[in-house]
């Protein structure tokens, strides 16, 4: 790793810095997996606002895990950039915001992720924070099952379209020095839909269109399982369930906490859970409200009380 890091002003910088980075990867059995280079431009400005951008590439992968304990198989190379841009902390107000792109080779993958939070410091005692999160990815080869086909265990995946968004937001309050509340609530949604199914058939070919064959004419049987005749002799071959899914949650947990001697604590703890999934499942993201509306909580209570000697 090269770095190059100035920490005197100069010009409308404060600080900034240059870093490059490079990394290979090989398997306990000494086969070479990948290659990695990375670099990373990060600078603060007078005005204490700052920004960092990131930069790095991987190049044809080999993959161990992507079939779930089958062959390991090529992954086309991939290209993924990070950029970060936050306001100066010192204020009582401030901001944050981040995204990331990513996409591969052969139209393969594709992700982008948005994400922007605030913080406010109305008084020095209270702290109260909100981060909302987005992102969508088309991956085309995500797993999706393992089948008895021709006698022999093949792979399936699919091309998957993934939505997902997610908020947090915490409070602390200092009500004096011993005493303070905190909470913590995480609304999170996420959605994907599956197509374009193929079956593994030569993972580590050098062309990408021949590591798989694309199947044609899958039959959706009462909605929930993919039925495939190969010979088309109105007989199932093998068959798979429907993978679609919606997966949605709210966690929130509050914790009060009382310093009743130096070093001694008692903390009350109030977590709830609510978890809704659904297997087929193919709603849009602004359903998840309604579903963990109706979905009866997890809750927990505890107790923890600590006590210092002093020897």
């Not at 086309?76 to 950029?83: A, D, L, R, V």
């Not at 022999?152 to 200092?174: A, H, K, P």
């Not at 929130?252 to 001694?264: A, H, I, L, T």
Request: net charge positive; glycine share 6%.
């Amino acid at each position: 790793m090269l770095s190059y890091f100035i920490n005197k002003p100069k010009s409308i910088f404060r600080t900034y810095s240059v870093a490059l980075e490079q990394n290979n990867n090989w398997n306990y059995g000494g086969q070479y997996l990948s290659s990695d280079i990375l670099s990373t431009i990060a600078a603060d400005f007078k005005n204490k606002w700052g920004f960092a951008n990131t930069l790095k590439f991987r190049n044809e992968t080999l993959d161990t895990r992507i079939l779930r304990g089958g062959n390991a198989m090529l992954i086309p190379s991939n290209w993924i950039e990070t950029f970060l841009l936050k306001s100066d902390q010192s204020r009582k107000i401030t901001m944050t915001c981040f995204t990331t792109t990513s996409f591969s080779g052969d139209h393969s993958y594709h992700f982008n992720e948005y994400s922007a939070g605030i913080t406010l410091r109305p008084v020095n005692t209270l702290l109260v924070s909100m981060n909302i999160d987005y992102s969508n990815k088309t991956d085309r080869l995500q797993y999706v099952d393992t089948e008895l086909i021709n006698q022999t265990n093949r792979c399936i995946l699919g091309r998957l379209n993934q939505e997902t968004l997610g908020v947090t937001f915490r409070i602390d309050y200092n009500i004096t020095p011993e005493i303070s509340l905190q909470y913590y609530g995480s609304p999170f949604a996420t959605q994907g839909t599956y197509d374009e199914f193929k079956v593994v058939t030569k993972p580590g070919d050098q062309n990408f269109n021949n590591r798989f064959s694309i199947i044609k004419n899958p039959l959706l049987v009462n909605g929930s399982v993919y039925q495939i005749d190969k010979n088309i002799d109105n007989l199932a071959d093998y068959s798979f369930k429907k993978p679609d899914f919606n997966f949605n949650q709210f966690r929130s947990n509050m914790v009060f906490r009382w310093e009743y001697r130096p070093g001694s604590q008692i903390f009350l703890v109030w977590s709830s859970d609510r978890t809704d999934f659904l297997n087929p499942g193919n709603e849009p993201l602004h359903s998840a409200a309604g579903r963990l509306t109706n979905t009866v909580p997890t809750n927990f209570f505890l107790i923890k009380f600590n006590y210092w000697f002093s020897i």
